[in-house]
Nanobody, 123 residues
Framework: QVQLVESGGGLVQAGGSLTLSCATSGRTFRSYAMGWFRQAPGKEREFVAVIRSDGSTYYADSVKGRFTISRDNAKNTVYVQMNSLKPEDTAVYYC?????????????????WGQGTQVTVSS
């Protein structure tokens, strides 16, 4: 069983930055693709970014150029650096692990999920 714990959420003004972290358990972290998703009130969970075990990445158009996903295999941790935040980025952010190690944008690719961390961007 893989456990994922997100941290780093909070309240920030528009234009500001936050870095979210997702610490995982298990020795197979380095073989997984790790993704970030978000869910705003009343909306479906949507893809944000993903990083494969080889370091390749893919981003949603809405965050491309503003968000950067990275991973530290020695710490079993994945990060997303979020810059130039907008009020529409407000959501609960979830990290997820894919044992298929694909650049998946659908929640169906992911096997394990964290509990989420709230990000609120004020205007």
């Amino acid at each position: 069983q893989v456990q994922l714990v997100e941290s780093g959420g909070g309240l920030v003004q528009a234009g500001g930055s936050l870095t979210l972290s997702c610490a995982t358990s298990g020795r197979t972290f380095r073989s997984y693709a790790m993704g970030w998703f978000r869910q705003a009130p009343g909306k479906e969970r949507e893809f944000v970014a993903v990083i494969r075990s080889d370091g390749s990445t893919y981003y949603a158009d809405s965050v491309k150029g503003r968000f950067t996903i990275s991973r530290d295999n020695a710490k079993n941790t994945v990060y997303v650096q979020m810059n130039s935040l907008k009020p529409e980025d407000t959501a609960v952010y979830y990290c997820a692990a894919s044992t298929s190690n694909v650049l998946g944008t659908s929640t169906s690719w992911y096997d394990y999920w964290g509990q989420g961390t709230q990000v609120t961007v004020s205007s």
